[in-house]
């Protein structure tokens, strides 16, 4: 058996002048030193092409503006960070009739929200924190004025999309601020057009999905695998409601996996480092936007600054914590209500500028499957002469969540290289599952096995991957994700 490649070996570094004091030792994977290199080098490169503060400048004038904070009293405090509220509007209005067709997006615009979320920056400007609001979620409205009949209204229970429909983007705020105490820093308004025209100038967004994925009401298709969405199918992908059973909470489950890997395509392919695509990206973004009046060019430009050094890893995704589904209010209908206890968790931490996830170990990173480790049962055989090797994988396994049979025997074979999955044709998608824990497997069909999976651990066994499942979590459960964990593996 080959040995492994070994690291080249580093030579002590030594100070190439006795008067030069030793450097500190760098923690950080890329040195932040070169962060600020490739930063100071992008504004640079931006002045220089014309495109930088004066072209954002002109960029701005053509965003279309909104008062969401006119006379609003009695707000909750500012914490650290940025706070933005993030509306997604139908906007079917703009849209030409056989676009809407194809689109499948029937009837007229209701000029009401689809989707909404708070997205933190951090003070720091290395993280994203995005907590989705879901659309039927129980809340009161403040005393306000119908902005459609002109007359006054004292507070009163809605669904929180309610909020937009009656007051308009203050109302919105207002309430949003109401229900979860976190002070709203900037609004941004985002229609269907203005999504699609950003994943086109972006060149499409990767997404993979484990199975099928069919919407007969938005038009989703999509076989499992991988693809790139371009403007009009990535809009079915994140509209897509009946998909399963979960509705919209698994329709905000794959807007945050579409956002995730929106970002991690944003700032690894170089679109924030060259000028041209710079300008175009933030035009198709702006070009069909609404913002508040503070949003402006310095908002901007420090959050394209902070975007450059954005990685995956750099965001993190969750949705309001559910604690009762399908609470009816009279006069209102079936809403969601929040856990309140879990809920507030999240929102301290907002306000508190901290990680919505604890800090995740070296190597730690979680594959998601189709079926969960916990329903897949497993047979161990050690393929080789190396003794313990079945035991060792076994154990491996069994703390990853698969329902082991704690005794591994020797395969028949025991000159195995590769560690083989072997399963029952009917349990394939299982079978896959259990192979993404053990990369570089091969998966073997075999007629007849049964439901009991075998794995045939060859000398290439080199540990277990840590997996879940793909499958929305229970309601209540504040499913924290990063986007590492959620873009393709």
Known sequence: MPAPPRSPSRPERRPQQPRRAPRPPVRRKRPRWAVRAVTTLSVVVLASAGIGHAVITSLEADIARVDAFRDMKNRPRAGHGMNVLVVGTDGRDK???ADRHRLRLGGTSCHCTDTMMIVHISEDRERASVVSLPRDSYAELPPHTDRTTGKRHGGHPVKLNAAYAEGGPQLTVRTVEHVTKVKIDHYLEVDFTSFM????????VKICTARPLRDRYSGLDLPAGTHTLKGAQALQYVRARHVDG???????????????ALIGHATSSGVLLNPMRFRDVTRAVLGSVRADQGFGTDELLDLGRAMRNFSPSSSEFTTVPIGRMGYAVKGVGSTLKWDRAKADRIFQALRDDRPLTAARPKGAAV?????????????VENG???AGL??????????????????PVNAAHRELWRTVVAYDPRWDR????LAAALPGSELRAVKGQGGTLKVIVGADYKGVTKVRAEQPRPPGA???VRGDEVGCS
């Open 95 to 97: 849209i030409g009739a």
């Open 197 to 204: 025209k950003t994943v086109d100038v972006l060149g499409g």
């Open 246 to 260: 979960a509705s919209d909470l698994g329709r905000m489950q794959r807007q945050q996996r579409f956002l995730a």
């Open 367 to 379: 594959r998601v499957v189709d079926v969960a480790p916990q329903r897949i049962r497993v047979q």
């Open 384 to 386: 080789t002469d190396i």
């Open 390 to 407: 079945g035991r060792r994988a076994d154990a491996a396994l069994a703390a990853t969540g698969f329902r082991t049979t704690r005794l």
């Open 430 to 433: 299982s079978a896959k599952s």
């Open 478 to 480: 504040p499913a924290v």
